[in-house]
């Protein structure tokens, strides 16, 4: 599956963004995806992710209650709305798909097979 991750731009503290992941290829459905940032100077950081078995959610503690992902399998498409940014949310944003639906398993980048190329967020006033 080929996924690829848009939606990022420079907004102000407080605004909101909608990052969306568009996958093509193999059925998209059967696939967990997640979210991920690497912010400059750090290491990646999962942010958030959707079990393609059940939909449930997942988020880092940082995320919950600001962050929703969600998914459209109809349009091959998984979403992150971002409300409330901060910014050290400023970072790079990747989606990834993994054929895994724990929890344990997609919380964690090693179970992700498939990765887009990022979208840069930048939060600044």
């Known amino acids: 599956v080929q996924l690829q991750a848009s939606g990022g731009g420079l907004v102000q503290p407080g605004d909101s963004l909608r990052l969306s992941c568009a996958g093509s290829g193999r059925a998209f459905s059967i696939y967990s995806i997640g979210w991920f940032r690497q912010a400059p100077g750090k290491g990646r950081e999962w942010v958030a992710a959707?079990?393609?078995?059940?939909?449930?959610?997942y988020y880092a503690d940082s995320m919950k209650g600001r962050f929703t992902i969600s998914r459209d399998n109809a349009k091959n498409t998984v979403y992150l709305q971002m409300n409330d940014l901060k910014p050290e949310d400023t970072a790079v944003y990747y989606c990834a798909a993994s054929g895994y639906y724990s929890r344990s398993d997609i919380v964690t980048d090693y179970r992700y097979d498939y990765w887009g190329q990022g979208t840069l967020v930048t939060v600044s006033s």
């Open positions: 959707i079990s393609y078995r059940d939909r449930n959610q």
